[in-house]
Every structure is written in structure tokens, then in C-alpha cells.
């Protein structure tokens, strides 16, 4: 897990410095005798490989190629989601703000399209027995890109939430859970929420997002995960 987000981190890092190069690096980039190393990964793949490996794609997503970053941060505690890094339940307790990014083109791509944001729990009550799978915890409807504000972090009800941000809280001894963030896009102007959080109201174990997406028609395009586990162990 660690590892993932060092590479990503340092990836976000690359990405950020290409995109928009400072003054400085900009002369080095007209300068022929400095030599700039291109990265030879991409973000795609690194995004998709880490959920493969994690089985978040498998288990909660059908296979598809990333074309999103989702930025997501927990500022009252300064924790940030990074593709599979630990967080602590405490931390997650007030909404998160977030961002997203085209990773495909250098700037956000200007686009007539609108976005939902989902965050699931495909380990409840544990990853061994998911007998709640999934668990839906936050919609978000109506996003645009790119996002003018960041959603507010109180406890206000916002326009565009249909299901309430609901604080992980992985039972006592349950290992630790996948707390997904999955970006959707498509017509969310008549969106309405899952009938129950457990099962995403589909009665079925390990049934949620992919099937709320689908019936929605709306597009897989982003996600992005952390794991969170209780004290108690
Ligand atoms: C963008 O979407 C809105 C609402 O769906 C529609 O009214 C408008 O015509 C669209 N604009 C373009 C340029 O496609
Ligand atoms: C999303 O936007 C549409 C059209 O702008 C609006 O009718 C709808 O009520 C909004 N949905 C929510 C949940 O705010």
C-alpha cells in the first residue's frame, strides 16, 4: 500500500511539474542541453493496475480505463486518499473536499458533461463476509467540471447530495474495509438516491455502484480508495 502511494505521489508530482511548468522549468525545457526525463508510465494504467490489484475493479467496478483523477482530501485532519494508503477512522468523520482532473489532457477538458460522485463500502461488515456489501455511503449529483467550489466540509445538506455523507465506521474486528470513491458521468439531472444504503437497495451481497451506474446510465470514469479499519482488531 505504501509503496502505491509513493509511486503516486511522485506520479501526481510528474504530472503536475509537465502540466504546468514553472518559469524556471520552462527555460530548461527550451534550453537543448538540458536533458528533461519523460515519465514513461502513465497515470492511466498505474490507477488501473492498482485497483486490479486491490480488486476494487472485480469486486466493485467492471474493468475500464481511468480517464479521471480524483483528488480527495480530509482537511480538519490533513489526510488525503491515495489509492489504497491506511487513514484512520477519526480522520474521516467530516465530509471531504475533492477535485477531479482529466488525466488525458493538460488542462481540464471542457466538456458539456456532469458528474456524480459515490463513495462505497464493498467490505461490510468485512471483506471475508460482506453479508451488508455493499454499503453506500455519500452521493454527490450535478458536479461540473471544472468544480468552481469545493463542497463545504460541515454537516449541511448541499444541493446535488442525494444520499448524506455517512462517516466510515468499520465494525470492531472486521479487518480493515476499501472505502471507494467512484467518479460517474452522464445525465445527473434526475438522479434518486439507492432506496437503502445496504446493498445500495439491491438485496443482494456485494451488489451497489455497478449496478446503480448501469441503471442510471451513467459512465465509469475515475475512482480512487483508502483503507480504514477499527481499533479494535
Ligand atoms: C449542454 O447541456 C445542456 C443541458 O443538457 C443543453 O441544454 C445544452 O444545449 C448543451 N450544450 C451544448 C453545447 O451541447
Ligand atoms: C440537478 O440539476 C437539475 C437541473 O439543473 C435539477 O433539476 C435537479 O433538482 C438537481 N438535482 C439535485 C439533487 O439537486
Known sequence: MFSTSLALAGLLLVNTVSTFPAPGE???????????????????????????????????????????????????????????????????SKRPVFNFYSINSPSIEAKNSTFTLALTDPDAKSRKKPKWSEMCHWILTNLTTPIPEPPPEIHAAKPGEIMEYLPPSP?????????????LEGDSSNLKAPDDRKHWGYGKVRHGVRDWAEENNLKVVGANFFFAENEKQ
Not at 465494525?171 to 467518479?183: D, I, Q
Open 171 to 183: 465494525p470492531p474486528k472486521t479487518g480493515a474495509h476499501r472505502y471507494v470513491f467512484v467518479l
Open 26 to 92: 520552462q527555460q530548461a525545457i527550451n534550453n537543448p542541453e538540458i536533458t528533461i526525463i519523460e515519465p514513461e508510465f502513465s497515470l492511466t494504467s498505474t490507477i488501473r493496475d492498482t485497483l486490479v490489484a486491490n480488486d476494487v475493479i472485480g469486486d466493485v467496478l467492471d474493468d475500464f480505463e481511468p480517464s479521471y483523477y480524483i483528488e480527495v482530501d480530509y482537511p480538519s485532519s490533513h489526510e488525503k486518499v491515495l489509492l489504497g494508503n491506511d487513514i484512520p477512522v477519526d480522520a474521516v
